[in-house]
C-alpha cells in the first residue's frame, strides 16, 4: 500500500483528537514494537507499549532525561531500570521511528505529549512489505550495536545534568501561526470524574445565557493560541475555585482572565469579565460603564485587573484586545511554572479547545439549541 501522510488539519490542531495519536494507537495493539526516539514522555509510552504484546527502545538517555525537570528525571530512572533489558542507549540518536508487526511509523513527532498532541509534526505510516522489513533490519542492526545502561552511569548522568529544562529559556516569541492543541484518541488525555464535569458545568450555567459562555469561552481560545501553550505547560493553571462558581485563567503567578460567577444585577443580561492590562490602557477604562480597576503589586510597573460588563456577545475594542494579548505574553516571559499548576484541572482546558465538548458541556448547562 502506499505510504499514509500523518499531521494535524486545521481541525485537529483546533482542539480535535491527534492523528498521530490514532494512527499510533492503531498500530501497537497486539503486537510486538520496535521504538527509535530521544525524547520521550514517560506517560505516552507507558500508554504506546501497554497493548502491545512486546516492546524494545533505543533512545539517548541523557537527550530523554535532560527534556524533564529533576522529579521526572527520577522516575524515568526508575523505569529504565525496571526495564533494563528492553531499553538500549544510542548516543546522537535523532530518529523517531515506531515500527509494529508490518506497519512502521516515521517522521518528526516526538513520543511525548506534546509532540503527539501539542506541535506542527508531519510523519509517514508504512504499510509497505519490502519499506518495514528494511526498518526492522535498519533497527535490529542498532539494537545489537548498543546496550543497556548501568546503573551506576545511569544515576550519575541524571544527577549530572543541568536543572534547566530549556535552552530556551522563558522567553516567549510571538507567532502568527495558530499552534497546535489536539488530544489522544477516546478522550484518554482529558478524561476526568462525574463530580469535576459536574463542578464544570454548574459554572457555565453562571452565565447570562449560552452566547455569553460561548464568547468567553472563545476569549480564553484566543489567549491560549496565541501564547501557544498546551494543556501540558506548566505555566498554565486552569482552575474551579471552591470559592464562588469563577473559571479564572492563570499564566504563571498571575490572573489573566475570569468569567462566570458574577452576573450584573444592574444590568439584564450582562456578566463580568477580568482582564489583565497593562497599566498604560487605564485611560480607556472610560470607554467601559461601571469598570473596576484592581492593581498587582509592585506598583507602578505592575499591569491591572480590570473587571468590565459584557453582554451576551463581547464588544472589547481591537486596542484593547491587542494591549491584553500583550499583557498575557509577558506573563508568559517571567517564570517558567505556576505556583497554581497543582490546581489545573484539564477538563476546563478540554471545553476550552475541544469544539464537540466544548458543545457538550453547554447543552448540559444551557439546554440543546
Not at 541524571?158 to 522567553?171: C, I, Q, R, V, Y
Not at 482582564?275 to 460603564?289: F, G, K, Q, V
Not at 498587582?296 to 456577545?313: D, E, G, Q, Y
Request: proline share 6%.
Amino acid at each position: 500500500m502506499n505510504p499514509k501522510l500523518i499531521y494535524h488539519t486545521v481541525e485537529t490542531a483546533r482542539g480535535g483528537v491527534s492523528p498521530f495519536d490514532v494512527t499510533i494507537m492503531e498500530m501497537v495493539e497486539g503486537h510486538d514494537l520496535r521504538i527509535a526516539c530521544p525524547y520521550l514522555g514517560l506517560d505516552y509510552l507507558r500508554r504506546m507499549i501497554a497493548p502491545a504484546d512486546g516492546w524494545r527502545l533505543v533512545t539517548d538517555v541523557p537527550e530523554w532525561l535532560s527534556i524533564h525537570p529533576a522529579k521526572v528525571r527520577g522516575e524515568i530512572v526508575d523505569f529504565i531500570l525496571n526495564n533494563g533489558e528492553r531499553i538500549h542507549h544510542c548516543r546522537d540518536l535523532h530518529a523517531k521511528v515506531l515500527i509494529a508487526g508490518n506497519e512502521a511509523l516515521v517522521g518528526s513527532a516526538n513520543f511525548t505529549k506534546k509532540g503527539i498532541t501539542g506541535r506542527v509534526e508531519m510523519s509517514v505510516r508504512i504499510e509497505s512489505t519490502d519499506e518495514v522489513k528494511e526498518l526492522k533490519a535498519w533497527f535490529d542492526l542498532l539494537w545489537s550495536e548498543t546496550a543497556s545502561v548501568k546503573e551506576f552511569d545511569l544515576r550519575a548522568c541524571a544527577a549530572n545534568l543541568p536543572e534547566s529544562t530549556s535552552t530556551a529559556g522563558a522567553f516567549v516569541l510571538p507567532s502568527a501561526h495558530p499552534g497546535v492543541h489536539a488530544l489522544w484518541s477516546g478522550g484518554a488525555i482529558l478524561r476526568e470524574n462525574a463530580d469535576a464535569e459536574r463542578n464544570l458545568i454548574e459554572r457555565v450555567r453562571t452565565a447570562p445565557d449560552r452566547r455569553w459562555a460561548v464568547s468567553w469561552l472563545d476569549l480564553a481560545k484566543e489567549i491560549i493560541g496565541i501564547t501557544g501553550m498546551s494543556n501540558e505547560d506548566e505555566r498554565l493553571t486552569l482552575s474551579m475555585p471552591a470559592n464562588g462558581k469563577k473559571l479564572p485563567v492563570i499564566i504563571n503567578s498571575r490572573i489573566v482572565l475570569i468569567g462566570f460567577g458574577s452576573n450584573d444585577p444592574a444590568q439584564s443580561g450582562m456578566a463580568s469579565v477580568v482582564l489583565i492590562l497593562p497599566e498604560s490602557i487605564r485611560h480607556r477604562l472610560d470607554t467601559y460603564p461601571h469598570s473596576i480597576a484592581y492593581e498587582f503589586k509592585p506598583k507602578p510597573a505592575a499591569p491591572l485587573l480590570i473587571r468590565v460588563s459584557m453582554p451576551s456577545v463581547f464588544t472589547f475594542d481591537p486596542d484593547v484586545l491587542a494591549s491584553w494579548h500583550e499583557a498575557c505574553i509577558t506573563e508568559c516571559g517571567r517564570k517558567t511554572k505556576s505556583n497554581f499548576r497543582k490546581f489545573h484541572e484539564p477538563i476546563v482546558y478540554r471545553a476550552i479547545m475541544d469544539s464537540g465538548y466544548r458543545r457538550l458541556i453547554l447543552d448540559r448547562a444551557f439546554g440543546d439549541s
